[in-house]
Nanobody
Framework: QVQLVESGGGLVQAGGSLRLSCAAS????????MGWFRQAPGKEREFVTI????????DYADSVQGRFTISRDNAKNTVYLQMNSLKPEDTAVYYC????????????????????WGQGTQVTVSS
């Protein structure tokens, strides 16, 4: 079992920045890719980004490419999501999730392929 706890959400003006954190505990010795998803009211959960266990491979949704950066510190069992140039359409609950490696690029974009989820943290971007 792996437990994930997100933090760092909040209210920010458009153009601002936030950094989300996802702390993992439990069986973190296994190799997991770590992803971020988001879900806005009335919408489906959508893929944001993923980082491999080694940190060498990342992938981003087109909507956040160039504005968001994912990173991880395996010594601290923590994954980060730096969000810059935030837009009102980025408003959502953000979830981190763990997926066992190996995974495919396409598979990493599908929520049901993930093994563990955090409880989510709200991000609200005002215009």
């Amino acid at each position: 079992q792996v437990q994930l706890v997100e933090s760092g959400g909040g209210l920010v003006q458009a153009g601002g920045s936030l950094r989300l954190s996802c702390a993992a505990s439990g069986r973190t010795s296994s190799n997991y890719g770590m992803g971020w998803f988001r879900q806005a009211p009335g919408k489906e959960r959508e893929f944001v980004t993923i980082i491999s266990w080694s940190g060498r491979t990342t992938d981003y949704a087109d909507s956040v490419q160039g504005r968001f950066t994912i990173s991880r510190d395996n010594a601290k069992n923590t994954v980060y999501l730096q969000m810059n140039s935030l837009k009102p359409e980025d408003t959502a609950v953000y979830y981190c999730a763990a997926i066992r490696q190996p995974y495919s690029r396409a598979g990493a974009m599908v929520p049901k392929n993930y093994n563990y989820w955090g409880q989510g943290t709200q991000v609200t971007v005002s215009s």
